[in-house]
């Protein structure tokens, strides 16, 4: 379960942001989620919520948008959307792809209560 491990280091950021504004408490995160990222997302959630107790980031709303998946074709010269990282190059049929999108998780958005 990486997911755990995922989310510590998640809130980490998200605490230190919270501080670095000033701020007394974190209301909402936004995280972006490659759907090729083997990253479940209700188990990661569930590690935010564990993760953030006794932070400033505590009954924070947590969501998650997905991420398509995209890459570029090496034989078609075309950007493609893909299914899985054995997917073929839906123009030509080709595997000679480089993924570009579709495997990364990003903190998309941060809102906080600040002091002022």
């Given at each position: 379960?990486?997911?755990l491990?995922?989310?510590?280091?998640?809130?980490?950021?998200?605490?230190?942001?919270?501080?670095?504004?000033?701020?007394?408490r974190v209301t909402a995160v936004t995280l972006g989620i490659g759907?090729?990222?083997?990253i479940e997302?209700?188990?990661?959630?569930?590690?935010?919520?564990?993760?953030?107790?006794?932070?400033?980031?505590?009954?924070?709303?947590?969501l998650v948008e997905m991420i398509p998946a995209t890459a570029w074709c090496e034989v078609c010269q075309q950007q493609?959307?893909?299914?899985?990282h054995y997917t073929g190059c839906p123009l030509c049929h080709s595997y000679q792809l480089i993924v570009e999108t579709g495997q990364e998780l990003k903190i998309k958005s941060i809102e906080v209560e600040s002091y002022v």
């Open positions: 379960m990486h997911e491990s995922l989310s510590l280091k998640t809130i980490d950021l998200v605490v230190e942001h919270a501080h670095q504004r000033q701020s007394h759907v090729l990222s083997c997302p209700d188990a990661l959630l569930t590690g935010l919520q564990f993760a953030s107790r006794e932070t400033l980031a505590e009954g924070a709303q947590f493609v959307d893909i299914e899985t």
